[in-house]
T-cell receptor, first 113, second 115 residues
């Protein structure tokens, strides 16, 4: 039981490049989330999913897209990376929604030059 | 707009002491949840404790307890018998019931437990 895993752990992009962050969970959770964490700030919700095939916008969705084609995977895409997207990205999952315990992955540190 | 304020950017205490981290929030809603999350140097976020606003009894999880004062909109975390493994960033978070897109985190308090 690996919990929540994220791929990759680190990435450096040039402005305008695209990439996809992969989140996988093996707990059969319905809900999955993508957050970003910037220095001196708490987490901010980017997008989330309440089940396979569904996605919804969070607090800071602009510049990101997501997909939940399989229940265990939640992908975060950056189509045209910008320096403002330099951050640490966390994926999380939970069984019964936001008020249930969210299990977090180890994070992905992304730098956009 | 809902906000969460953690007024202590950084704290240090000796091992085995008790420490209290403060958190205040602002909302006009009456049904909500409050959370404390811990982020150790490994970066992975861990839920420490959760409180439903409609419950008057303060939540407790082993050495961790909260002092929830709804009227004052205060939600402090007390760590008793602190251990070296408690060294981490601690985030207070707030969420309105049935508003899934609105979980608000504070900026965090960095806690150092000194040997």
């Amino acid at each position: 039981n690996a919990g929540v895993t994220q791929t990759p752990k680190f990435r450096v992009l040039k402005t305008g490049q695209s990439m996809t962050l992969l989140c996988a969970q093996d707990m059969n959770h319905e809900y999955m989330y993508w957050y970003r964490q910037d220095p001196g700030m708490g987490l901010r919700l980017i997008h989330y999913s309440v089940g396979e095939g569904t996605t919804a916008k969070g607090e800071v969705p602009d510049g990101y897209n997501v997909s939940r084609l399989k229940k265990q995977n939640f992908l975060l895409g950056l189509e045209s990376a910008a320096p403002s997207q330099t951050s640490v990205y966390f994926c999380a999952s939970s069984d019964g929604g936001f008020t249930d315990t969210q299990y977090f992955g180890p994070g992905t540190r992304l730098t956009v030059l | 707009a809902q906000t969460v304020t953690q007024s202590q950017p950084e704290m240090s205490v000796q091992e085995a002491e008790t420490v209290t981290l403060s958190c205040t929030y602002d909302t006009s809603e009456s049904n909500y949840y409050l959370f404390w999350y811990k982020q150790p140097p490994s970066r992975q976020m861990i839920l420490v404790i959760r409180q439903e606003a409609y419950k008057q009894q303060n939540a407790t999880e082993n050495r961790f307890s909260v002092n929830f004062q709804k009227a004052a909109k205060s939600f402090s975390l007390k760590i008793s018998d602190s251990q070296l493994g408690d060294t981490a960033m601690y985030f207070c978070a707030f969420m309105i019931l049935n508003r899934d897109d609105k979980i608000i985190f504070g900026k965090g308090t960095r806690l150092h437990i000194l040997p």
